[in-house]
């Protein structure tokens, strides 16, 4: 029931852009996006919801497309701080539970050289 | 200062030793989880509770027990911890799944 990520692993310098995209079986209620530095506990980017609404970083953008059940993060113009891992995180109804459920992914680990 | 706290930080014990990790959290959330993190999985959860007195089963609850008496504490509970139980480990909370989901510090749990 885990997202899929994609790519596994990308390398930057610093100023280009990125994408890591995040992808579902499963009918998506709300799309979470965190970053984890080596070590630390994740940390809150922004959230997607079901029919548009968007909370979250001013810096870094991402869709949803709920038809398709994916979604994409960007960052553009990368920092040397934007170096971690990025984890996208589904929300979904679990039938099997009758309840909603928030999964992680295997997450991406972004490196941004100078 | 809002804030999930897990103890212990670290941890090292042999098997089937019950130990219990603690979190607790002061942002009056009524969604708390717990997740382990191994090289190479991502974030796996064990349980979650949607409020006091309600848990469920995550993706990998074996092993693993949780209660949720008080809706600030959700303590995991290794009965008879195995080695395939050494991992990291995090807790978090939110107000539910559709708002920010605030982790904990971790706990590094060695099992020998």
């Known amino acids: 029931q885990q997202p899929v990520q994609s790519p596994q692993a990308v390398i930057l310098r610093e100023g280009e852009d990125a994408v890591i995209n995040c992808s579902s079986s499963?009918?998506?209620?709300?799309v979470h996006w965190y970053r984890q530095k080596h070590g630390e506990a994740p940390i809150f980017l922004m959230i997607?919801?079901?029919?548009?609404e968007q909370k979250g970083h001013d810096k870094i953008s991402a869709s949803f497309n709920e038809k398709k059940q994916q979604s994409s993060l960007y960052l553009t113009a990368s920092q040397l701080s934007y170096s971690g891992t990025y984890f996208c995180?589904?929300?979904?109804?679990?039938?099997?539970?009758?309840?909603?459920?928030?999964?992680f992914g295997k997450g991406t680990l972004l490196t941004v050289n100078p | 200062e809002a804030q999930v706290t897990q103890n212990p930080r670290y941890l090292i014990t042999v098997t089937g030793k019950k130990l219990t990790v603690t979190c607790s959290q002061n942002?009056?959330?009524?969604?708390m989880s717990w997740y382990r993190q191994d090289p190479g999985l991502g974030l796996r959860q064990i349980y979650y509770?949607?409020?006091?007195?309600?848990?469920d089963k995550g993706d990998v609850p074996e092993g693993y027990k949780v209660s949720r008496k008080e809706k600030r504490n959700f303590p995991l509970i290794l009965e008879s911890p195995s080695p395939n139980q050494t991992s990291l480990y995090f807790c978090?909370?939110?107000?539910?799944?559709?708002?920010?989901?605030?982790f904990g510090p971790g706990t590094r749990l060695l099992v020998l």
């Open positions: 978090a909370s939110s107000l539910n799944l559709q708002e920010t989901q605030y």
């Open positions: 499963k009918a998506l209620y709300s």
């Open positions: 997607l919801l079901k029919g548009g």
């Open positions: 995180g589904t929300e979904f109804w679990d039938s099997g539970g009758s309840n909603y459920k928030l999964t």
């Open positions: 942002m009056n959330h009524e969604y």
């Open positions: 509770s949607m409020n006091v007195e309600v848990t």
